[in-house]
């Protein structure tokens, strides 16, 4: 074998360490309706306003990240609200059942109808860890559905990988 071949195969027998390092997750998050929320309207235009909020989030079946389950999420959130759009920013902390945590920044986009959110979809990318989540990295999508009660179901998928 030449030199030239057993670098490709050192290069791939690499890659596949770490493709088989990542950790696929499919999970439903709960989040109640804000337990502090303010908001300010605009004047340029009528719907327009901008708002701050925090929420609180169950797991109704936590996924493991590593070895600990996901036990409660906080999100504080940024929004624009212009019509029948509204945009987000926000950083979402996770609290892990062996006391770590994990911090997300994410950003999202939904639609109002009669000033009632019906469906919208954030990424999220994972923004830093404590414990054993220190260098974790990861990101995904969730798909936001508004419940009767005025809660949220949030049905997201991801991967996360550990530190090298």
């Given at each position: 074998m030449s030199m030239r071949n057993g670098v490709g195969v050192v290069c791939y027998v690499l890659l596949l360490t770490v493709t088989a390092a990542a950790q696929k997750i499919t999970e439903q998050i709960e989040c109640g309706k804000p337990d502090q929320q303010h908001a300010i309207p605009v004047d340029d235009a009528p719907g327009h306003v901008y708002s701050i909020s925090h929420t609180r989030c169950t797991y109704p079946k936590p996924a493991n990240i590593g070895a600990a389950k996901k036990v409660a999420g906080e999100d504080v959130i940024f929004s624009e609200t212009s019509g029948s759009r509204v945009r987000w920013y926000g950083v979402y902390s996770e609290a892990m059942s062996n006391g770590d945590k994990l911090y997300y920044r994410h950003k999202g986009a939904g639609v109002l109808q009669d000033g009632a959110f019906?469906?919208?979809?954030?990424?999220?990318?994972?923004?830093?860890?404590?414990?054993?989540?220190?260098?974790?990295?990861g990101n995904g999508i969730c798909k936001l559905q508004p419940q009767a009660d005025g809660t949220f179901l949030n049905k997201c998928r991801g991967e996360y990988t550990p530190p090298k």
């Open positions: 019906t469906s919208g979809e954030d990424a999220w990318e994972v923004s830093g860890g404590t414990g054993s989540y220190k260098g974790y990295k």
